[in-house]
């Protein structure tokens, strides 16, 4: 942070400061005319919002945007609606080959491109909730062995509020705006139908927390230290975050992640936690730096 900057807060690792908002309010005037896709680019150009390699973070630029316009600070450009065009995610094989064994696994990252394209289509026709949009910093990774896709994980950002985790870490609520984005959710983790190998959703777990920070601290400049998700106990046991040593806290309220006026109602799930480092309520606190 240069000197003499105000932080007003940190929103998916990046420091936002009076002057950063100030700017935001001056290109929105100076630059009436642009898209919101369009302005959050700019936006990034302005202030430097960008991954460690260079590239814009033009998604994570455009929630902050849309969490700006929700409170009143800025009014964007008019969403446009876009008429369905026929392009879709291509669908995933109908038959794919039975896997009862496999050697080592790895985890790769799926990059833009036909990499993604086809982690959507395994979780948009395997996953129960689907391929569906995530906010802020996320990564996504297929299971690999032998060169065969196993399954996919996806981590992304953490609910706003939950009262059980927030408890058990001890943190404020002004704790919880400048640091919840050490904190990264396990959005999705699907074994493919076809793989049916003992143990291989907790291995695959294991290896996703020994090498998830790391690979965070690569593509976003800085590493979480602290893993949750969910699983619906209506449907899941949650047998493979037991086996790879998860804590199981308690149970969500029944409201979306983004649900700050307590008005959405949705199905209470259990709330599966994992420290990436033994100092995580501390620095999560403020107390030690990240």
């Known amino acids: 942070m240069k000197a003499g900057d105000n932080m007003v807060m940190v ?10 908002l100030s700017l935001i309010r001056w290109a929105r005037t100076a630059y009436p005319n642009l898209s919101r896709h369009e ?5 990034c150009e302005l202030i ?11 998604p994570q630029c455009m929630s902050f945007l849309a969490q700006m316009e929700a409170s009143g600070q800025l009014d964007l450009p008019t969403l446009k609606t876009r ?20 050697g080592n696994i790895t985890l790769k990252i799926a990059r833009p491109g036909s990499d993604m394209q086809k ?16 906010f802020g910093s996320r990564l996504s990774y297929f299971i690999r062995s032998k060169g065969q896709d196993l399954g996919c994980l996806q981590f992304s950002a953490a609910s706003w509020a939950l009262e059980d985790r927030d408890n058990w870490i001890g943190w404020s609520a002004d704790d919880r705006r400048a640091r919840l984005f050490l904190v990264v959710n396990n959005s ?5 139908p076809n793989v049916h190998i003992k143990n291989l959703a907790s291995r695959a777990l294991s290896l996703a927390c020994r090498q998830l920070p790391t690979d965070w601290a690569h593509e976003f400049g800085y590493a979480p ?3 949750e998700t969910f699983v619906d106990a209506t449907q899941y046991k949650g047998t493979c975050y037991k086996a790879a040593n998860w804590k199981l806290l ?21 709330i599966f936690v994992y420290p990436l480092r033994s100092d995580f309520a501390d620095v999560l606190k403020g107390i030690k730096p990240y």
């Open 225 to 227: 230290v602290l893993l």
């Open 39 to 43: 302005f959050a680019g700019t936006v």
């Open 250 to 270: 308690g149970f969500t309220k029944g409201r979306g992640r983004m649900d700050c006026q307590h008005k959405s109602r949705l199905s209470e799930k259990v």
């Open 48 to 58: 430097g919002w960008v991954t460690p390699s260079g590239n814009s973070k033009t």
């Open 188 to 192: 999705r983790f699907l074994i493919l």
């Open 11 to 20: 929103f998916s690792g990046r420091e936002i400061t009076e002057d950063d």
């Open 83 to 102: 008429k369905p065009t026929a392009t879709k995610l291509k669908p995933a094989p109908a038959q794919l080959p039975e896997i009862m064994e496999c």
């Open 119 to 134: 982690w959507r289509s395994y979780v948009d026709a395997y996953h129960p909730l689907g391929d569906k949009t995530v």
